[in-house]
């Protein structure tokens, strides 16, 4: 009854008499690096311009999960980031690239997306590639691609815009803006700054604190055209967090046990110690060049990401003191993560427009890691620190075409080579401190005897260093036929690759001994029908698409109970090393529709229904009869048939009804507006968990805006959550029988906008 009074709300019900004036605005997308209409790209995207985002007051990157069907990114505190699209993603941090991309202004953010998800001020357009990205984009991802681009300068004179958000209960404010300067007639300048702190709703119990997040921004971006067939643009941004925290909030399991009973609409974490970025800075950097010579169009990126993280965990989030995470990452000090492009397009026959070029990253991060690790059943604690540097590179050569075989029929044609190194290390020291104790909040007690070294290699070294090379190549691409039914409809249909290479794996086993092993790259080959049109004379659109997609060595975590043949126990894993499953299929279909009923009334609705399992392989599993596969420990759990077992975290069923009515003219030139929008999100289920441990239930959110607007200035205030529903979108198991670490959707919150542009 709950759902049903929450679409309820949405129905707006209108007196007005039909009239029919007004037709859709033209929706333009650049995902196949050129500009075109959203009906004529033969490829599922969805888009949006700053004018929504400031419309819906989307404030980080996680806001767009309730706009989107089949998306669902998560920010928590700059550091547990990930997307998926279609019910693949990436959900934990590793080395190798994500399987859907993240570019901010043309750079891939490699794993480093929080630079894009959690800064979003002056943002020109969002554009959400769905299926794999094979060909015109810096890495091959197998699932798909999130690009942004922030505004850019122009030569209009001076102009700019300020929004300002104040949000009661949690409480916090947003403040961003921009400004445009035409310095000359070949030159203009876009300065743009952004404050934003917030609180998040979630009480630390044990700490009796309310966890906040902020960050603090700025950018500028020189454009110089000294003639018409020649462009040169350089941004710089600079982002840092301030005042954010890393908690997460927890569900308890066994209440005989836990200290806590809580549930998910508790909105609780029970750290005992500090959860918190000390310090992250950002820096990145961009070149665009673009030169028109005779009929050839030659385009040059270069950027550069060179970003610090300094943070404390506490990493078992319980109100016990047992493991303490401190993390000091270095992403492209020096300036030595890179990447550049060379692209040359041009058009022969009249009926050939083709683009090759070349593509050339290089990444490398530093981290180091201390922790701290109470083993009371051992007498003490143990010191533990990891040095983690990694060397990664990328080479790529590619060509995309389309060739207009007819007037209304073209083929498309990509293909990519692609080259990946990876050079990783990790050097273990680690004394034990006998007669130590951890206390809460993080100091530990004098030792009677302090052993060194005791963290032992395969091959006995003081300290332990071991090392791993990703060494691998692949060619990626796409076929796609496009067909121009009639004016108003456009058929297309696709075939891709994609691809996600392997990277190393750092595993600790039963006996308390480090391994470095890998896991070897996936590869997807995806398949799309698609539909776009115009109905009513340009005053409804629609899309639609069915897709299948065949993963071979799907890279899956082992993050569930698993049965640890060095042990002899059932074991709950935590940051777990990834595995490679045999195959796993992704099927679906996907539809939006968006209708004006009325000039001033427009509805839309979307849905996408995503099935991934494993049709092929073993997983680890909880049944001690199966054998291991090898020895330990290079596969030191028991294994189980995977064949028709789930395979993603994520939802099947995503669905999304959005309403708008307008009112004109009601006041000071101003038109009022009430908009709402209901989102769905499916039951999930976690991947290999057969307790059930990890299911969640399905559960939507409301929104709700309304305010006024015109051209110059727009007031609004907005409730999102407006039914404060406590819905769960990913469980993940602590390494307890006491307690779930959770990500749940965000709490009701109320709040203001107003901007003003000039």
Same mark, same amino acid.
């Given at each position: 009854m709950?759902?049903?009074?929450?679409?309820?709300?949405?129905?707006?019900?209108?007196?007005?008499?039909?009239?029919?004036?007004?037709?859709?605005?033209?929706?333009?997308v650049?995902?196949?690096?050129?500009?075109?209409?959203?009906?004529?790209a033969?490829?599922?995207?969805?888009?949006f311009?700053?004018?929504?985002l400031?419309?819906?007051?989307?404030?980080?990157?996680d806001?767009?999960?309730?706009?989107?069907?089949?998306l669902?990114?998560?920010?928590?505190?700059?550091?547990?980031?990930?997307?998926?699209?279609?019910?693949?993603?990436?959900?934990q941090?590793?080395?190798?690239?994500s399987?859907?991309g993240?570019?901010?202004?043309d750079?891939?953010?490699?794993?480093?997306?929080?630079?894009?998800l959690?800064?979003?001020?002056?943002?020109a357009?969002?554009q959400?590639?769905?299926?794999?990205q094979?060909?015109?984009?810096g890495?091959?991802?197998?699932?798909?691609a999130?690009?942004?681009?922030t505004?850019?300068?122009?030569?209009?004179?001076?102009?700019?815009?300020?929004?300002a958000?104040?949000?009661?209960?949690?409480?916090?404010?947003?403040?961003?803006?921009?400004?445009?300067?035409?310095?000359?007639?070949?030159l203009?300048?876009?300065?743009?700054?952004l404050?934003?702190?917030?609180e998040?709703?979630v009480?630390?119990v044990v700490?009796?604190?309310?966890?906040?997040?902020?960050?603090d921004?700025g950018?500028?971006?020189?454009?110089?055209?000294?003639?018409?067939?020649?462009?040169a643009?350089?941004?710089?941004t600079?982002?840092?967090?301030?005042?954010?925290?890393t908690?997460?909030?927890v569900?308890?399991?066994d209440s005989?046990?836990?200290?806590?009973?809580?549930?998910?609409?508790?909105?609780?974490a029970?750290?005992?110690?500090?959860?918190?970025?000390q310090?992250?800075?950002?820096?990145l950097?961009?070149?665009?060049l673009?030169?028109?010579?005779?009929?050839?169009?030659?385009?040059?990126?270069?950027?550069?990401l060179?970003?610090?993280?300094?943070?404390?965990?506490?990493?078992?989030?319980?109100?016990?003191?047992?493991?303490?995470?401190?993390?000091?990452?270095d992403?492209?000090d020096?300036?030595?993560?890179?990447?550049?492009?060379?692209?040359?397009?041009?058009n022969?026959?009249?009926?050939?427009?083709?683009?090759?070029?070349?593509?050339?990253?290089?990444?490398?991060?530093?981290?180091?890691?201390?922790?701290?690790?109470?083993?009371?059943?051992?007498?003490?604690v143990?010191?533990?620190?990891?040095?983690?540097?990694?060397?990664?590179?990328?080479?790529?050569?590619f060509?995309?075409?389309?060739f207009?075989l007819?007037?209304?029929?073209?083929?498309?044609?990509?293909?990519?080579?692609?080259?990946?190194?990876?050079?990783?290390? %990790?050097?273990? !020291? *680690?004394?034990f401190?006998?007669?130590? =104790? $951890?206390?809460?909040? +993080? /100091?530990?007690? #004098?030792?009677? &005897?302090?052993?060194?070294?005791?963290f032992?290699?395969?091959?006995?070294?003081s300290p332990?260093?071991?090392?791993?090379?990703?060494?691998?190549d692949?060619?990626?691409?796409?076929?796609?036929?496009q067909?121009?039914?009639n004016?108003?409809v456009n058929?297309?249909?696709?075939i891709?690759r994609?691809?996600?290479?392997?990277?190393?794996?750092?595993?600790?086993?039963?006996?308390?001994?480090p391994?470095? %092993?890998?896991? !070897? *790259?996936?590869?997807v080959?995806?398949? =799309? $029908?698609?539909?776009? +049109? /115009?109905?009513m #004379?340009?005053? &409804?659109?629609?899309?639609?698409?069915?897709?299948y997609?065949?993963?071979?060595?799907y890279?899956?975590?082992?993050?569930f109970?698993?049965?640890?043949?060095?042990?002899?126990?059932?074991?709950?894993?935590?940051?777990a090393?990834?595995?490679?499953?045999?195959?796993?299929?992704?099927?679906?279909?996907?539809?939006?529709?968006?209708?004006?009923?009325?000039?001033?009334?427009?509805?839309?609705?979307?849905?996408?229904?995503?099935?991934?399992e494993?049709?092929?392989?073993?997983?680890?599993?909880?049944?001690?009869?199966q054998?291991?596969?090898?020895?330990?420990?290079?596969?030191?759990?028991?294994?189980?048939d995977?064949n028709?077992?789930n395979?993603?975290?994520?939802?099947?069923w995503?669905?999304m009804?959005?309403?708008e009515y307008?009112?004109?003219?009601?006041?000071?030139?101003?038109?009022?507006?009430?908009s709402a929008?209901w989102?769905?999100?499916?039951?999930t289920?976690?991947?290999?968990?057969?307790?059930?441990?990890?299911?969640?239930?399905?559960?939507?959110v409301?929104?709700?805006?309304?305010?006024?607007?015109?051209?110059?200035?727009s007031?609004?205030?907005?409730?999102k959550?407006?039914?404060?529903?406590?819905?769960?979108?990913?469980r993940?198991?602590?390494?307890?029988?006491?307690?779930?670490?959770?990500?749940?959707?965000?709490?009701?919150?109320?709040?203001?906008?107003?901007?003003?542009?000039?």
């Open positions: 709950k759902r049903l009074s929450q679409m309820s709300a949405l129905v707006l019900v209108m007196g007005a008499a039909p009239a029919y004036s007004q037709v859709l605005e033209e929706v333009v650049t995902a196949q690096k050129k500009t075109e209409s959203l009906i004529e033969p490829l599922a995207v969805t888009v311009d700053a004018k929504q400031q419309e819906f007051s989307v404030f980080q990157a806001e767009l999960n309730r706009l989107t069907t089949g669902e990114v998560r920010y928590e505190g700059d550091t547990n980031v990930g997307v998926g699209l279609r019910g693949v993603g990436t959900f941090q590793q080395s190798n690239p399987r859907v993240t570019y901010l202004d750079y891939w953010t490699a794993s480093q997306a929080a630079v894009a959690s800064s979003m001020f002056d943002i357009s969002v959400i590639l769905k299926g794999p094979g060909t015109l984009y890495q091959p991802s197998p699932g798909g999130l690009i942004l681009n505004e850019d300068p122009n030569f209009d004179g001076f102009s700019g815009n300020v929004q958000s104040y949000q009661a209960d949690p409480q916090g404010y947003n403040v961003q803006g921009g400004l445009n300067f035409t310095l000359t007639d070949t203009a300048l876009r300065v743009a700054g404050s934003d702190d917030r998040t709703g009480d630390v700490r009796d604190k309310d966890e906040e997040r902020g960050r921004g950018r500028a971006k020189l454009l110089w055209q000294p003639t018409e067939n020649f462009s643009k350089a941004g710089f600079y982002t840092e967090s301030k005042n954010s925290d908690y997460r909030v569900e308890t399991l005989s046990i836990a200290n806590y009973d809580v549930d998910a609409g508790d909105l609780k029970i750290a005992d110690a500090p959860s918190k970025i310090k992250k800075e950002d820096y950097g961009t070149l665009h673009d030169w028109m010579v005779n009929d050839l169009d030659i385009s040059f990126f270069a950027g550069y060179d970003t610090h993280t300094k943070s404390e965990t506490d990493q078992d989030n319980t109100d016990l003191p047992e493991t303490n995470l401190f993390l000091d990452t992403f492209g020096d300036l030595k993560s890179y990447q550049t492009e060379l692209r040359v397009s041009g022969a026959f009249d009926r050939w427009d083709w683009s090759v070029g070349g593509y050339y990253s290089e990444a490398k991060s530093q981290t180091d890691v201390g922790t701290d690790v109470n083993r009371q059943a051992d007498g003490g143990f010191l533990l620190t990891f040095d983690i540097p990694i060397d990664s590179k990328t080479w790529a050569v060509t995309h075409n389309t207009d007819t007037d209304d029929l073209n083929l498309i044609v990509g293909l990519r080579y692609n080259k990946f190194d990876q050079d990783s290390s %990790n050097t273990i !020291a *680690g004394d401190w006998l007669g130590s =104790e $951890l206390l809460p909040g +993080g /100091d530990i007690t #004098d030792p009677g &005897a302090v052993f060194q070294d005791v032992p290699c395969p091959i006995p070294a332990c260093t071991l090392t791993d090379t990703i060494d691998e692949e060619v990626t691409g796409t076929v796609k036929l067909y121009d039914l004016e108003s058929l297309y249909a696709s891709d994609g691809y996600r290479p392997g990277a190393a794996n750092f595993d600790i086993d039963g006996s308390f001994s391994e470095f %092993n890998s896991y !070897a *790259g996936e590869t080959d995806s398949f =799309e $029908l698609g539909v776009k +049109g /115009d109905l #004379d340009g005053r &409804a659109r629609y899309t639609a698409a069915v897709f997609g065949r993963y071979d060595d890279q899956v975590p082992v993050n109970e698993a049965y640890n043949t060095v042990t002899s126990d059932v074991q709950v894993i935590t940051n090393p990834f595995v490679n499953v045999d195959e796993a299929e992704q099927k679906g279909v996907e539809a939006d529709f968006r209708m004006l009923v009325t000039d001033a009334w427009m509805v839309y609705a979307a849905f996408t229904y995503a099935e991934v494993f049709t092929d392989g073993t997983v680890p599993c909880t049944d001690p009869s054998p291991p596969v090898g020895p330990p420990p290079a596969n030191r759990y028991n294994t189980c995977a028709g077992e395979a993603t975290a994520m939802p099947k995503t669905g009804l959005q309403t307008t009112w004109d003219q009601v006041v000071m030139d101003s038109d009022y507006y009430v929008l989102s769905y999100k499916g039951d289920k976690g991947v290999g968990d057969v307790a059930g441990r990890l299911d969640g239930d399905s559960f939507s409301v929104d709700v805006f309304t305010g006024l607007r015109n051209d110059v200035w007031a609004q205030l907005y409730v959550n407006a039914f404060d529903d406590d819905g769960v979108l990913n993940r198991p602590l390494n307890t029988l006491a307690y779930n670490e959770l990500t749940v959707t965000p709490p009701r919150s109320v709040g203001i906008t107003g901007t003003y542009r000039f």
